[in-house]
């Protein structure tokens, strides 16, 4: 299973480029292109999780606009 590492990027105060994260699952897989099935190999979406470290809880809003973004993250890919 190959995991996007989104909350451990929060946690550290970091984004993952979702351009990024693809290019790091190709070449983990050897995959031609990310529509390949690698036989044994699940991937984790890149999710968006609302919020900061130590900040306030996110609003409905952030809430709605973070699925959303996983959303797209996962229609681009």
Do not use: H
């Not at 070449?27 to 470290?53: E, F, M, Y």
């Amino acid at each position: 299973m190959i995991d996007s590492g989104a909350y451990s990027a929060l946690s550290k105060g970091k984004r993952i480029n979702l351009e990024d994260y693809v290019d790091f699952i190709l070449k983990r897989t050897g995959a031609d292109c990310w529509t390949t099935a690698v036989p044994g190999v699940s991937v984790v979406n890149l999710d968006v999780i609302p919020g900061t470290k130590g900040g306030p809880q996110p609003t409905p809003a952030e809430c709605e606009r973070a699925a959303e973004e996983g959303w797209d993250n996962r229609v681009r890919v």
